[in-house]
């Protein structure tokens, strides 16, 4: 005998809601969140306190109060090594493009970094070398995240760089402004108007 197979019909009966049921009533959707947040809020009869990082005090104003000349530009690896393809000047270039005095530093754990490269960046080694040092304290020779706590730590530096994760980690810091190289050119982004812009001047 052959099975009987019996298909169920499509929405053949509605089901309905109680009117007891919570979801119809808004004030005990409040309560379960207010429960879930006291829960949160207190661990073993305690409450916890959230340390949320602190703003820095040059950002009062729309614009970085500690940022203005004589400027001071933290140069990363790689933008001391397309400075050499585009046989560009750090500091002639960083004077033209910001119309200011300028002092480029670069870190130990940069000159590190050229000195693993090999004899190949000897040339990126010397002006490296020629630049202000500023010392590291951390170990290792990875420069990216030391200069990212620099800069998230002194908003006086502008960063000095043509790595894009290295831009995009820059970005979050708010008032950091970025230096980088484009149509054989320096140019900054983030840069406030009321230091004159001077990416549109560089580009003029």
Known sequence: MGRNNRTRKFAEMKRMIKARDGRLNPDSKRR???????KRSLKDGKIIERQLPKAS????FQYNEQLGPPYHVIVDTNFINFTLKNRLDIKEGMKDCLMAKVTPYVTDCVVAELEKLGPKYRIALRIAQQLERLPCQHKGTYADDCIVNRVSAHKCYIAATCDR????????????PIMYIADHKFAVERM?????NPKRMGNM
């Not at 005090?57 to 009062?60: I, Q």
């Not at 994760?165 to 950091?176: E, H, M, S, T, Y």
Request: glycine content about 8%; overall charge positive.
């Open 32 to 38: 379960k969140k207010k429960q879930e947040v006291s």
């Open 57 to 60: 005090s040059a950002l009062f």
């Open 165 to 176: 994760d290295l831009k995009r980690r820059i970005r979050k810091i708010p008032g950091v």
């Open 192 to 196: 406030p108007d009321v230091f004159g």
